[in-house]
């Protein structure tokens, strides 16, 4: 019984000791993200186009059954990001109607989770190159897509995706510092 007291009188000065502050419930945090310094270096391969990729990302052929020769897996190991390039020789004017709006349904198929779809178009008067490019905002699997093409005999489709599921809020950092990325690789991207 003398030992039943003396926890309850434990108990009771530890609940009345905890009582004279107030608690406050912290932010939820996320990890702070170190960005590497942008540098970039020319992809050339045995292939009709090339274009400059950050020195923090590597190029891998894609190997999936599917994969034609000169599709590309472009991957940012330290984010966890994978862009993956597929190539197309243009065949016919029709040809590249049909590529493009497939790149257009493809990005809208993700209309379904994004708020906002963005569409840009591009043009660079440096190396005659047009194409579209389709921000998604909002939880969306592929927030950044497009496609480059000369409009007589190449066309490079790319998707950017995060390689897990993730909220939009917590990689937005990652993602804008990737798309400068993205816009770098777009706009050196020439036809051999």
């Known amino acids: 019984m003398r030992f039943n007291v003396i926890i309850s009188i434990a108990l009771l000065i530890t609940v009345f000791s905890g009582c004279g ?18 540098s970039y270096v ?8 090339s274009f400059e990729i950050p020195t923090y990302a ?18 940012f190991p330290q984010f966890h990001v994978t862009v993956y390039l597929s190539y197309k020789g243009i065949r016919s004017q029709a040809h590249l ?20 779809i963005d569409e840009q178009e591009i043009f660079n008067p440096k190396t005659g190159n047009s194409g ?29 995706y ?17 798309k400068e990325d993205l816009k770098q690789m777009i706009n050196t991207l020439t036809w051999k």
């Open 132 to 160: 579209m490019i389709y921000e998604l905002f909002g939880p969306s699997a592929t927030p950044y897509n497009f496609y480059v093409t000369d409009d007589s005999l190449h066309y490079v489709r790319g998707s950017f």
């Open 97 to 116: 109607d049909t590529l493009s709006e497939e790149a257009y349904k493809l990005a809208m198929k993700n209309n379904i989770k994004a708020d906002v």
């Open 21 to 38: 502050s107030s608690y406050t419930p912290k932010p939820h945090g996320y990890p702070k993200i170190e960005f590497p310094e942008k």
């Open 42 to 49: 020319r992809f050339n391969d045995n292939c009709a186009y």
């Open 58 to 75: 590597v190029v891998r052929k894609d190997t999936h059954m599917s994969a034609e020769p000169c599709w590309y897996d472009i991957t």
């Open 162 to 178: 995060f390689d897990q599921h993730t909220k939009t809020d917590s990689v937005a950092p990652v993602y804008e510092f990737l």
